[in-house]
């Protein structure tokens, strides 16, 4: 502490000095500048513009100093920060906590006030009593006189909920439903301006908006502008909260609000979530820094509704676990009863609220199921149906604080036809009109939109002085009735699951090499413009088309696996085709940067100059990779590396020989590389392709060309294989390779592979990891295992499908496979791995012999084939002696992590949660951290154990209106990275709901895993140009920032351009301070929260640098003014938090 005082006062002291010798310098030439003018009176006005010239000299001088400071100021805390690992590694074990950040990190772990969503579920029965009318909720009573004082306000809120794609494919719904709703919305909003409607998807709207005339346009514009028609939440979709990671959810935010900021010129600022099976914080967040102020949620367990009715804090302020600072508050409104509809929206009574859906009236095509149909309101029968509807009203305001109440009107692709929109307002309008004439009975009744509705609640809470309570946490695991837990969507469909990821990956590494590329080529010609043949207009396009698919597989329906299977099959496609989209993108911006001659660039779409070596050929086939020809003439291969950290990456390509050399293509230095069987069959290798694995040193953000060519025989090391079957021994085909055979000692030793860091033992019988030792010598027990889980049996009993996971009372059954496995054990200077080869599923688990952090974890592949099974999913269980009690922790969309509690009140399916990059199990001496590349089911059933699910296959619809089961199941990859930490020093036992994050390791690890580098090959041996590597960063970024995106905005004047300006997203992230990274990390970190942009990323340089909200919307970009009041080039940088810019690159 003394140290970092001391720090700071010599930082502060330098500047201090700096500051003062310029201004004593500025008033001396002044002095004399004035001492000069004094002697000589002639030509005043000629002293005057040298006195100018002198001032902005000094200016620039100025400047140039303030930098030299922050430069100075950034590599004293880096200095600082390794000065103290350094100390951290050496010193004694308990040395961790002096980790520099850690004081930012447990900053932010006393958020302890208000509501804790994990003491909610410790305290509540989940006994499921008959509530009567309210079926799962309680009899509401009131007295009549609570509105004397105080009149109820109602908000009606008609809105249409139009799913892009589940039942029919995107394009499907909009040609039968959303057009004509939005066509008709514009008749019949204009008709009567006291009719509002609320729209939410913008992927529609803005398909909509394509088809509409100019005139129509304007009436759009103009209901928008009178208030009658409110775009909520704008995101390109309704997006999913468990499967979605948050780059892909800020996308789809940022791709809907860019859309309504250049064609309707409005910002939305409140969210509206009504059917997305479950609710994260993560979700709250970014609505929250994209500069909304309220939210609506509804898909929320039945028994949590009615805990927080009962306590009447449906309405709260939902703050982030890690803040402890009101600074992320939003107000969120959960709505108290079982669903969206009519039925379930105007009271507790769906009976009588049916009524009030005057879509169901007699005669067409939807009625009411609890048999009292809607009647057409008269003057005969509106007093008995206005106080009938009044009586629900009242109840449900009885639920909350304010006198003011919302009411949704609406349902799934409601108001298509003229006729339902005239039904809902004549027949509501006529009710609105009885009470007014009906002051006694203290209600004010009308159309609104939700600002509407929020902007009365924030008044009404304001004049009562109070406010509303606190809440954390996060709303899975969604039941909506009964034991119905929505806990299989987390891992349904899990094959495009894991392509959205993909597309993710390739979207991002994309959007930063194509800004990086215009801003290259801006820079080289010095006046703005970009190389001649370069189609930035068409890759730009390409770009925005990504972004829009990426987005659009956030919906809901999609990458939850809910859809019908053609409409599954529409979004492969979408999701493929943009990937090799973008790849033609990320093709030509790399072929530009790498030539060293630039007039050399040609582009030609149909004759690219590279390839990807990762291919994809359909949309439901896993990629492969294109085997190269090799010659003594060098093959070039492109390597680019997406992350922000110098990596020590493993590139992989095929080649037809087995014999190679590869060489950095700058140096000529050859690298280390190893030769494998690429396998035909489990025991048959092919014999013309040959995998070449290379060890590459990758800069951050680097584009780097490696040269392979065919040299002697054993240039390059073999891997050496053994194979192993209970029983009888496979016929093994392997040429090229030495396989040696176990002899009879060695058949039941368990097998054991290690690296410098880790060292492992697994079953000599099946392959499966047994145990692990740390070079620390801390050793854990590691037990992999995998199961199978069947469905409840008997006609009447409800069965798991793409939604509900209802396993049957049995449980999960071990893997017993009718014969035993196939084991390869295959052993290199590279990379060693054991994988074990059953019917079901390829499973494989592989030590890198590297020095970087890859060679810390182990990497886990499994490639999963269960297309032969009937109502069934297969799960994979580690089982440690890791004594994590029954709490275990699970990522909330890659964002943050978030403390389960594994409660035996519970019935099994509802301890499953989603997993999207993250989860680990710790104890006082270590932590076991699971790190995903694709979203799963994850559960810690028992104590020391931690399962997911891999994939299901259920014949059967689950009844949420699907009316399918899944049974489209591939060939399905997943894979993983484990990591066991040692905290034995720094650990301290923390009870309560505890935030905790993961160490600076495993983000490193997981930043890997998620974005490898990116390899390409040229496409022949034939002369090329001579090319150089891109290196746009002098050294990593700190180890917590996380480069989120460098996203090229579009052109404010011209549509479908690529502008000037990017949009910078870093995200700062929390880790966990108990354990020092040993040997250290190569990545420094900052105490601060401030950091200096252009130190970081150096030598780019930012020609402006504005913040803005996290969707960039221009009224949210922070005033010049109080840019040039601090320092431009100091930014604060919040841990957890994501920071946004606007920034055009010099
Ligand atoms: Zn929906």
Redesign the pocket.
Same mark, same amino acid.
Request: some cysteine; overall charge neutral.
């Given at each position: 502490m003394k140290r970092s005082r001391l720090l700071a006062v010599l930082v502060g002291g330098i500047f201090c000095v700096a500051v003062m010798s310029l201004y004593r310098m500025l008033e001396l030439m002044q002095g004399a500048e004035l001492q000069q003018r004094l002697d000589t009176p002639i030509g005043q006005d000629e002293d005057l513009s040298r006195l100018q010239q002198k001032i902005d000299k000094l200016e620039l001088l100025l400047s140039d100093n303030n930098r030299l400071v922050a430069t100075l100021r950034d590599t004293l805390i880096q200095r600082k920060a390794s000065w103290e690992t350094g100390r951290g590694a050496n010193g004694s074990s308990g040395s961790t906590r002096q980790l520099p950040g850690c004081r930012l990190a447990e900053e932010m772990k006393d958020g302890t006030d208000g509501v804790q969503l994990l003491d909610v579920y410790d305290l509540l029965p989940f006994d499921n009593p008959d509530g009567g009318a309210w079926k799962q909720g309680f009899k509401i009573r009131y007295q009549g006189n609570e509105w004397d004082e105080q009149p109820l306000e109602v908000f009606l809120v008609p809105h249409s @909920?139009n &799913?892009p794609g589940?039942l029919k494919t995107f394009d499907r719904y909009y040609e039968d439903q959303t057009k004509h709703i939005l066509d008709n919305m514009l008749i019949k909003l204009s008709e009567d301006s006291r009719r509002k409607m609320i729209w939410a998807e913008i992927s529609y709207f803005s398909k909509w908006w394509n088809d509409i005339d100019e005139q129509k346009r304007e009436t759009v514009k103009s209901l928008v502008g009178a208030g009658q028609l409110e775009m909520v939440t704008g995101g390109w979709v309704?997006a999913d909260e468990a499967n979605s990671h948050y780059f892909a959810l800020l996308d789809q935010l940022m791709e809907g609000h860019q859309w309504m900021q250049r064609h309707l010129g409005v910002k939305p600022s409140t969210g509206w979530a009504v &059917?997305p099976f479950g609710h994260s914080p993560s979700m709250a967040y970014l609505l929250k820094g994209a500069g909304l102020s309220h939210m609506v949620i509804q898909r929320v367990h039945y028994a949590v509704k009615k805990h927080f009715a009962q306590q009447r804090t449906l309405e709260f302020l939902w703050r982030q676990s890690w803040d402890s600072s009101p600074r992320s508050d939003i107000t969120c409104h959960m709505m108290p009863f079982y669903s969206y509809d009519v039925p379930h929206t105007c009271g507790p009574n769906p009976a009588v609220c049916c009524q009030f859906d005057f879509h169901r009236l007699p005669g067409g095509r939807v009625f009411c199921p609890w048999t009292i149909p809607p009647q057409p309101i008269t003057e005969q029968n509106v007093q008995e149906r206005a106080l009938l509807l009044l009586d629900q009203y009242r109840q449900k305001s009885r639920l909350f604080r304010s006198p003011v109440l919302m009411v949704p009107l609406g349902d &799934?692709f409601r108001f298509v036809e003229a006729s339902e929109w005239d039904a809902q307002f004549t027949n509501y309008q006529k009710l609105f009109d009885y009470f007014d004439q009906h002051p006694e009975l203290h209600v004010k009744a009308r159309f609104g939109t939700l600002s509407d509705y929020f902007s009365a609640l924030s008044r009404r809470v304001a004049a009562a002085g109070s406010t509303l309570p606190t809440v954390r946490g996060d709303f899975f695991t969604y039941a909506d009735r009964d034991d119905h837990y929505w806990s299989g969507y987390f891992t349904s469909r899990p094959f495009y699951k894991r392509l959205d990821r993909t597309l993710e990956a390739t979207l991002r590494a994309t959007e930063i090499l194509f800004s990086l590329t215009l801003a290259e080529m801006r820079r080289l010609h010095g006046d703005g413009r970009l190389a001649a043949d370069f189609p930035a207009r068409e890759h730009f396009g390409r770009l925005t088309a990504g972004r829009r698919s990426l987005a659009l597989f956030q919906h @809901? &329906?999609a990458v939850t696996g809910t859809a019908r299977d053609p409409v599954v099959v529409d979004y492969g496609n979408r999701l493929f085709e943009s990937i090799l989209n973008l790849h033609a993108v990320l093709q030509s911006s790399a072929h530009w940067l790498l030539l060293l001659d630039k007039s050399q660039y040609h582009h030609d779409q149909s004759k690219p100059f590279m390839q990807m070596v990762d291919v994809m050929s359909s949309q439901d086939a896993l990629p492969q990779k294109t085997p190269l020809t090799l010659s003594d003439q060098p093959r070039s291969v492109m390597v680019f590396n997406p992350t922000e950290q110098l990596q020590t990456s493993v590139v992989s390509i095929l080649v037809d020989s087995p014999d190679a050399r590869v060489v950095a293509a700058e140096t000529g230095q050859p690298v280390v590389a190893q030769i494998s069987a690429v396998w035909a069959g489990p025991s048959r290798a092919a014999t013309d392709s040959f995998q070449l694995d290379f060890v590459a040193e990758l800069p951050p953000l680097a584009l780097v060309v490696y040269h392979v060519t065919r040299s002697s025989v054993g240039s390059a090391p073999r891997a050496r294989y053994t194979f192993r079957r209970r029983g009888n021994l496979p016929n093994v085909q392997v040429e090229h390779f030495q396989v040696s055979r176990p002899d009879a000692a060695e058949a039941d030793a368990p097998l054991s592979l290690s690296n410098k860091h880790v060292q492992i033992w697994s079953s000599p019988e099946t392959g499966f990891l047994q145990k692990l030792r740390l070079q620390s010598g801390l050793v854990r027990r590691l037990q992999v295992q995998f199961l199978w889980y069947g469905t409840r049996t008997g006609a009447s009993r409800d069965k798991s499908g793409a939604y509900l996971f209802l396993p049957g009372e049995e449980g999960a059954q071990v893997y017993s496979p009718p014969e035993p496995p196939l084991v390869r054990v295959s052993r290199g200077p590279v990379f060693s791995d054991i994988t074990s080869c059953f019917r079901h599923f390829t499973h494989t688990v592989r030590l890198y012999h590297l020095d970087g952090h890859a060679g810390r974890s182990l990497e886990i592949s499994n490639t999963v084939d269960i297309r032969s099974e009937v109502n069934r999913e297969l799960a994979m269980r580690l089982v440690s002696d890791v004594a994590n009690g029954n709490r275990f922790y699970s990522d909330l969309n890659g964002f943050q992590m978030q403390q389960r509690r594994t409660l035996a009140k519970l019935p099994l399916q509802a301890n499953f949660y989603p997993m999207s990059t993250a989860a680990f199990l710790q104890d006082s001496a270590s932590r076991l951290t699971l790190l995903a590349a694709q979203s799963q089911a994850v559960a810690a059933l028992r104590p020391c154990e931690l399962e997911l699910v891999l994939d299901r296959r259920l014949q059967q619809d689950d009844n949420r209106g699907l009316g399918q089961g899944v049974t489209d199941n591939k060939l399905t990859a997943s894979l993983f990275q484990l990591l066991l930490e040692d905290r034995r020093g720094g650990a301290k036992e923390v009870g309560g709901a505890s935030v905790e994050h993961l160490s600076l390791l495993a983000h490193l690890t997981s930043l890997s895993l998620c974005h490898p580098p990116i390899t390409m090959v040229a496409l022949s041996n034939s002369q090329l140009p001579k090319l150089r590597p891109f290196l746009p960063l002098r050294s990593s970024l700190p180890c917590d920032v996380h480069l989120l995106n460098l996203r090229t905005l579009e052109d404010a004047q011209e549509a479908d351009n690529p502008s000037q300006e990017v949009a910078l997203l870093l995200h700062r992230k929390g880790f966990d301070c108990s354990s020092a990274p040993e040997p250290q990390l190569k990545c420094t970190w900052s105490v601060h929260e401030e950091v200096s942009l252009d130190g970081l990323f150096s030598p780019l340089r930012f020609g402006s640098l504005r913040r803005s909200g996290l969707t960039l919307l221009r009224d949210h970009d922070e005033p010049e003014s109080a840019r040039q009041q601090t320092s431009p080039r100091i930014t604060r940088l919040r841990p957890m938090e994501i920071s946004a810019f606007r920034a055009e690159i010099d």
């Amino acid at each position: 502490m003394k140290r970092s005082r001391l720090l700071a006062v010599l930082v502060g002291g330098i500047f201090c000095v700096a500051v003062m010798s310029l201004y004593r310098m500025l008033e001396l030439m002044q002095g004399a500048e004035l001492q000069q003018r004094l002697d000589t009176p002639i030509g005043q006005d000629e002293d005057l513009s040298r006195l100018q010239q002198k001032i902005d000299k000094l200016e620039l001088l100025l400047s140039d100093n303030n930098r030299l400071v922050a430069t100075l100021r950034d590599t004293l805390i880096q200095r600082k920060a390794s000065w103290e690992t350094g100390r951290g590694a050496n010193g004694s074990s308990g040395s961790t906590r002096q980790l520099p950040g850690c004081r930012l990190a447990e900053e932010m772990k006393d958020g302890t006030d208000g509501v804790q969503l994990l003491d909610v579920y410790d305290l509540l029965p989940f006994d499921n009593p008959d509530g009567g009318a309210w079926k799962q909720g309680f009899k509401i009573r009131y007295q009549g006189n609570e509105w004397d004082e105080q009149p109820l306000e109602v908000f009606l809120v008609p809105h249409s @909920h139009n &799913d892009p794609g589940w039942l029919k494919t995107f394009d499907r719904y909009y040609e039968d439903q959303t057009k004509h709703i939005l066509d008709n919305m514009l008749i019949k909003l204009s008709e009567d301006s006291r009719r509002k409607m609320i729209w939410a998807e913008i992927s529609y709207f803005s398909k909509w908006w394509n088809d509409i005339d100019e005139q129509k346009r304007e009436t759009v514009k103009s209901l928008v502008g009178a208030g009658q028609l409110e775009m909520v939440t704008g995101g390109w979709v309704m997006a999913d909260e468990a499967n979605s990671h948050y780059f892909a959810l800020l996308d789809q935010l940022m791709e809907g609000h860019q859309w309504m900021q250049r064609h309707l010129g409005v910002k939305p600022s409140t969210g509206w979530a009504v &059917d997305p099976f479950g609710h994260s914080p993560s979700m709250a967040y970014l609505l929250k820094g994209a500069g909304l102020s309220h939210m609506v949620i509804q898909r929320v367990h039945y028994a949590v509704k009615k805990h927080f009715a009962q306590q009447r804090t449906l309405e709260f302020l939902w703050r982030q676990s890690w803040d402890s600072s009101p600074r992320s508050d939003i107000t969120c409104h959960m709505m108290p009863f079982y669903s969206y509809d009519v039925p379930h929206t105007c009271g507790p009574n769906p009976a009588v609220c049916c009524q009030f859906d005057f879509h169901r009236l007699p005669g067409g095509r939807v009625f009411c199921p609890w048999t009292i149909p809607p009647q057409p309101i008269t003057e005969q029968n509106v007093q008995e149906r206005a106080l009938l509807l009044l009586d629900q009203y009242r109840q449900k305001s009885r639920l909350f604080r304010s006198p003011v109440l919302m009411v949704p009107l609406g349902d &799934d692709f409601r108001f298509v036809e003229a006729s339902e929109w005239d039904a809902q307002f004549t027949n509501y309008q006529k009710l609105f009109d009885y009470f007014d004439q009906h002051p006694e009975l203290h209600v004010k009744a009308r159309f609104g939109t939700l600002s509407d509705y929020f902007s009365a609640l924030s008044r009404r809470v304001a004049a009562a002085g109070s406010t509303l309570p606190t809440v954390r946490g996060d709303f899975f695991t969604y039941a909506d009735r009964d034991d119905h837990y929505w806990s299989g969507y987390f891992t349904s469909r899990p094959f495009y699951k894991r392509l959205d990821r993909t597309l993710e990956a390739t979207l991002r590494a994309t959007e930063i090499l194509f800004s990086l590329t215009l801003a290259e080529m801006r820079r080289l010609h010095g006046d703005g413009r970009l190389a001649a043949d370069f189609p930035a207009r068409e890759h730009f396009g390409r770009l925005t088309a990504g972004r829009r698919s990426l987005a659009l597989f956030q919906h @809901h &329906d999609a990458v939850t696996g809910t859809a019908r299977d053609p409409v599954v099959v529409d979004y492969g496609n979408r999701l493929f085709e943009s990937i090799l989209n973008l790849h033609a993108v990320l093709q030509s911006s790399a072929h530009w940067l790498l030539l060293l001659d630039k007039s050399q660039y040609h582009h030609d779409q149909s004759k690219p100059f590279m390839q990807m070596v990762d291919v994809m050929s359909s949309q439901d086939a896993l990629p492969q990779k294109t085997p190269l020809t090799l010659s003594d003439q060098p093959r070039s291969v492109m390597v680019f590396n997406p992350t922000e950290q110098l990596q020590t990456s493993v590139v992989s390509i095929l080649v037809d020989s087995p014999d190679a050399r590869v060489v950095a293509a700058e140096t000529g230095q050859p690298v280390v590389a190893q030769i494998s069987a690429v396998w035909a069959g489990p025991s048959r290798a092919a014999t013309d392709s040959f995998q070449l694995d290379f060890v590459a040193e990758l800069p951050p953000l680097a584009l780097v060309v490696y040269h392979v060519t065919r040299s002697s025989v054993g240039s390059a090391p073999r891997a050496r294989y053994t194979f192993r079957r209970r029983g009888n021994l496979p016929n093994v085909q392997v040429e090229h390779f030495q396989v040696s055979r176990p002899d009879a000692a060695e058949a039941d030793a368990p097998l054991s592979l290690s690296n410098k860091h880790v060292q492992i033992w697994s079953s000599p019988e099946t392959g499966f990891l047994q145990k692990l030792r740390l070079q620390s010598g801390l050793v854990r027990r590691l037990q992999v295992q995998f199961l199978w889980y069947g469905t409840r049996t008997g006609a009447s009993r409800d069965k798991s499908g793409a939604y509900l996971f209802l396993p049957g009372e049995e449980g999960a059954q071990v893997y017993s496979p009718p014969e035993p496995p196939l084991v390869r054990v295959s052993r290199g200077p590279v990379f060693s791995d054991i994988t074990s080869c059953f019917r079901h599923f390829t499973h494989t688990v592989r030590l890198y012999h590297l020095d970087g952090h890859a060679g810390r974890s182990l990497e886990i592949s499994n490639t999963v084939d269960i297309r032969s099974e009937v109502n069934r999913e297969l799960a994979m269980r580690l089982v440690s002696d890791v004594a994590n009690g029954n709490r275990f922790y699970s990522d909330l969309n890659g964002f943050q992590m978030q403390q389960r509690r594994t409660l035996a009140k519970l019935p099994l399916q509802a301890n499953f949660y989603p997993m999207s990059t993250a989860a680990f199990l710790q104890d006082s001496a270590s932590r076991l951290t699971l790190l995903a590349a694709q979203s799963q089911a994850v559960a810690a059933l028992r104590p020391c154990e931690l399962e997911l699910v891999l994939d299901r296959r259920l014949q059967q619809d689950d009844n949420r209106g699907l009316g399918q089961g899944v049974t489209d199941n591939k060939l399905t990859a997943s894979l993983f990275q484990l990591l066991l930490e040692d905290r034995r020093g720094g650990a301290k036992e923390v009870g309560g709901a505890s935030v905790e994050h993961l160490s600076l390791l495993a983000h490193l690890t997981s930043l890997s895993l998620c974005h490898p580098p990116i390899t390409m090959v040229a496409l022949s041996n034939s002369q090329l140009p001579k090319l150089r590597p891109f290196l746009p960063l002098r050294s990593s970024l700190p180890c917590d920032v996380h480069l989120l995106n460098l996203r090229t905005l579009e052109d404010a004047q011209e549509a479908d351009n690529p502008s000037q300006e990017v949009a910078l997203l870093l995200h700062r992230k929390g880790f966990d301070c108990s354990s020092a990274p040993e040997p250290q990390l190569k990545c420094t970190w900052s105490v601060h929260e401030e950091v200096s942009l252009d130190g970081l990323f150096s030598p780019l340089r930012f020609g402006s640098l504005r913040r803005s909200g996290l969707t960039l919307l221009r009224d949210h970009d922070e005033p010049e003014s109080a840019r040039q009041q601090t320092s431009p080039r100091i930014t604060r940088l919040r841990p957890m938090e994501i920071s946004a810019f606007r920034a055009e690159i010099d």
